[in-house]
């Protein structure tokens, strides 16, 4: 690994909407670089990328992919990501780790809704970017269309460094030539637009070039990097990866162009003080300074076990060196490092920084980890990108008795290796539920439990979680006498609820408002246990309760036959008396979601969100026919939209969403669940 010092590195992800070319891109590219011999096919399940069961199934990348290669004395990472959005999350995990995003964009297709998100998150992240536009020679008479489209879309900072020829079988550079033939546009024009928009980040150079006509090729380069880095230009590259076309000239400037670790923006580290308190720590791309890396993916693999990725962004790591991780005082050992290429893996020595290596069998460290070797940096952590939120769900259990065992910890292996993946049981279902991005998601993941740990689950759709409030003031009393014999049990209490202040329904009171010694003390908190129990369990409906301040203002008890018990009961039903009468309201989870979709649905897709309840909050006409729909739904009324939008818009529509709170149910669909509900009661 020390042959290739930090600067001649290149981490590079190509990311893009599913079907764009993505993983036939990275094996042309593999090829050209002397790596492999012959390129894979997706469609047999041979490229280096898609070695996972699952992605061999359906023909798509599911889970990001490091290939490694070596040309003309560099190091090259390229990571290849899931195009669907339902697996957006392992494509923004991956971000971090890399120097300059690849936006690959088919030809045919144009601008789709991870293109869109991609560009969004990076232009935030400030990350480096270019788009491909991929399959120029089956499309030629589209790629103009395209490339307008893309400047329309992301402003005009988006500039070809390449354009077609005229039949498509390779490209012309516009960084060097002046001249020459291409299927549209001018090569002197496009040259001159592209050199105007590099100068302008350097007003020296500018001014150079305004005064002499010309600059020098080593400071355009510099000016290059500096407009990648602040997103002053965004070039765009033509490929076809089937042919490998345009495929030379890509990796030529992967290699010369694309920024090394050396020149990329540094990663939004800090330092948190005991207090909680944050400062910036910038991370030097130096070999001599203290360990930091970061863990950006996590993986099983069947014969080496449990693998992290993870990034070298200051300092050296060697095999054998004991490392810290986050904030932790305690030392962990690391015996071998990985170099990754597809499914195999190499070991190697020592990794520095720019370096993308992969550790085994640490069962400490987890996704978004930082490894660090510096007795100052045990506050250190890293600013991941946020994820989006899993929404879709379904209740989960064992299909037998023996895999029940196996069922918890299959799914926290899962649930690390995705951080769109998560596993929850719900109090107030009293259910275990998974929660994907989508549909696909969900089932990949089910197929991979199976594939891996032979795990089979029963599913159904979930019980809608709602909760519990109250919009009124009300008081509620119960007294609770019980003899049977000997000592009785006797506890009366008086209580007012009050709905929390600030209408966000969350939260919860206790107030001894007692005076006078009515309700002695040692028994108050058997009745805010009795209280806490309705908060638990509901006092409607049977789901949880939040949003309420009770005051506990009388009472009465028996100098013998007042116990613990009979308070906690007192307690609980005074509350539930209480609730009922305070106009108590049953809240539903409220997403929203983002539709991308012909515009020629947009009617159907609005009005389909009207027969769900939803409201649209905007919609938007996008570039290429294409329309963008923003609602606010019901959780409960989005469990068959997938397929409802897919058969609406002939499969090309897609749409991703997420919480965004909690809202009362109509007093039609309220009623429907409090009818449905029994309490069960205790005994006396």
């Given at each position: 690994m020390s042959s290739h010092p930090t600067g001649s590195i290149r981490n590079i992800a190509l990311t893009g909407h599913a079907g764009a070319g993505k993983t036939t891109l990275v094996e042309s590219l593999l090829v050209h670089s002397g790596t492999i011999t012959k390129a894979g096919r997706v469609e047999d399940g041979s490229t280096v990328c898609d070695f996972e069961?699952?992605?061999?199934?359906?023909?798509?990348?599911?889970?990001?992919?490091?290939?490694?290669?070596?040309?003309?004395?560099?190091?090259?990472?390229?990571?290849d990501t899931p195009g669907f959005p339902d697996f957006l999350g392992q494509t923004l995990s991956i971000l971090p780790a890399t120097e300059m995003v690849a936006v690959v964009v088919a030809a045919d297709k144009g601008i789709q809704t991870t293109t869109r998100?991609?560009?969004?998150?990076?232009?935030?992240?400030?990350?480096?970017?270019?788009?491909?536009?991929?399959?120029?020679?089956?499309?030629?008479?589209?790629?103009?269309?395209?490339?307008?489209?893309?400047?329309?879309?992301?402003?005009?900072?988006?500039?070809p460094?390449?354009?077609?020829?005229?039949?498509?079988?390779?490209?012309?550079?516009?960084?060097?030539?002046?001249?020459?033939?291409?299927?549209?546009?001018?090569?002197?024009?496009?040259?001159?637009?592209?050199?105007?928009?590099?100068?302008?980040?350097?007003?020296?150079?500018?001014?150079?070039?305004?005064?002499?006509?010309?600059?020098?090729?080593?400071?355009?380069?510099?000016?290059?990097?500096?407009?990648?880095?602040?997103?002053?230009?965004?070039?765009?590259?033509?490929?076809?990866?089937?042919?490998?076309?345009g495929v030379p000239e890509l990796l030529s400037v992967f290699e010369h162009l694309c920024p090394s670790p050396l020149e990329g923006n540094p990663r939004p580290f800090a330092i948190v003080a005991e207090d909680g308190s944050e400062?910036?720590?910038?991370?030097?791309?130096?070999?001599?300074?203290?360990?930091?890396?970061?863990?950006?993916?996590?993986?099983?693999?069947?014969?080496?076990?449990?693998?992290?990725?993870?990034?070298?962004?200051?300092?050296?790591?060697?095999?054998?060196?004991?490392?810290?991780i986050n904030d932790s005082s305690k030392a962990v050992r690391v015996s071998h490092l990985h170099e990754v290429h597809g499914k195999d893996h190499k070991e190697v020595h020592d990794a520095e920084p720019g370096h993308i290596v992969a550790l085994a069998k640490i069962d400490e460290l987890h996704f978004n980890d930082v490894v660090h070797g510096g007795t100052d940096l045990g506050g250190l952590r890293f600013s991941a990108i946020?994820?989006?939120?899993?929404?879709?769900?379904?209740?989960?259990?064992?299909?037998?008795?023996?895999?029940?065992?196996?069922?918890?910890?299959?799914?926290?292996?899962?649930?690390?290796?995705?951080?769109?993946?998560?596993?929850?049981?719900?109090?107030?279902?009293?259910?275990?539920?998974?929660?994907?991005?989508?549909?696909?998601?969900?089932?990949?993941?089910l197929e991979r439990l199976k594939n891996r740990f032979k795990l089979e689950l029963d599913t159904h759709p979930p019980k809608v979680a709602y909760k519990e409030t109250i919009g009124a003031v009300a008081e509620g009393h119960h007294r609770h006498k019980k003899q049977t014999g000997?000592?009785?049990?006797?506890?009366?209490?008086?209580?007012?609820?009050?709905?929390?202040?600030?209408g966000q329904a969350v939260g919860f009171e206790f107030v001894d408002a007692t005076v006078g010694g009515s309700v002695p003390r040692q028994f108050m908190p058997a009745i805010e246990k009795g209280v806490r129990q309705v908060l638990l369990d509901g006092a409607i409906a049977g789901y949880p309760l939040s949003g309420v301040r009770v005051e506990v203002y009388d009472g009465k008890h028996h100098p013998v036959d007042s116990k613990e018990v009979a308070f906690v009961t007192a307690g609980k039903r005074a509350f539930i008396d209480a609730v009922q009468k305070a106009k108590p309201l049953?809240?539903?989870?409220?997403?929203?979601?983002?539709?991308?979709?012909?515009?020629?649905?947009?009617?159907?897709?609005?009005?389909?969100?009207?027969?769900?309840?939803?409201?649209?909050?905007?919609?938007?006409?996008?570039?290429?026919d294409m329309c963008l729909i923003r609602a606010e739904v019901p959780l409960s009324e989005m469990g068959t939209y997938s397929s409802t939008l897919k058969s609406m818009t002939a499969g090309q529509g897609s749409f991703v969403m997420d919480y965004r709170r909690d809202a009362p149910t109509p007093p039609n669909v309220q009623a429907q669940v409090v009818a449905s509900f029994t309490r069960k009661d205790d005994d006396d």
């Open positions: 069961a699952e992605e061999k199934a359906h023909q798509q990348s599911l889970y990001p992919a490091v290939a490694t290669m070596r040309h003309e004395g560099l190091l090259v990472h390229l990571i998100r991609i560009m969004a998150v990076t232009s935030q992240r400030k990350l480096p970017r270019m788009l491909v536009i991929n399959r120029m020679d089956e499309h030629l008479g589209d790629c103009e269309a395209v490339l307008e489209r893309l400047r329309e879309t992301f402003g005009n900072e988006v500039l460094i390449n354009l077609p020829s005229p039949d498509g079988s390779g490209v012309v550079d516009l960084w060097t030539a002046e001249s020459g033939e291409v299927a549209f546009s001018s090569v002197k024009d496009a040259h001159q637009q592209l050199v105007d928009q590099v100068v302008e980040v350097d007003e020296d150079l500018m001014t150079e070039y305004l005064e002499k006509g010309e600059v020098s090729p080593d400071a355009l380069r510099t000016a290059f990097q500096k407009a990648l880095r602040e997103g002053h230009l965004v070039p765009v590259c033509f490929t076809s990866a089937k042919t490998g076309a400062s910036p720590y910038r991370c030097e791309p130096d070999a001599s300074k203290p360990l930091v890396a970061h863990v950006f993916k996590v993986t099983g693999d069947p014969f080496v076990g449990k693998l992290c990725l993870l990034r070298v962004h200051q300092g050296t790591l060697k095999a054998g060196d004991s490392v810290k946020e994820m989006p939120r899993p929404m879709y769900g379904l209740a989960i259990g064992a299909k037998s008795r023996n895999d029940e065992a196996k069922v918890s910890t299959s799914l926290a292996k899962l649930c690390e290796e995705d951080p769109t993946f998560t596993v929850e049981r719900v109090a107030a279902t009293h259910e275990t539920v998974a929660r994907a991005m989508g549909e696909l998601h969900m089932r990949v993941a000997g000592a009785g049990q006797f506890g009366e209490v008086y209580l007012r609820v009050k709905p929390i202040e600030g049953l809240l539903e989870p409220i997403v929203e979601v983002e539709v991308t979709a012909p515009s020629t649905s947009m009617g159907d897709l609005t009005s389909d969100f009207s027969g769900r309840r939803g409201h649209v909050l905007d919609t938007e006409i996008l570039p290429g």
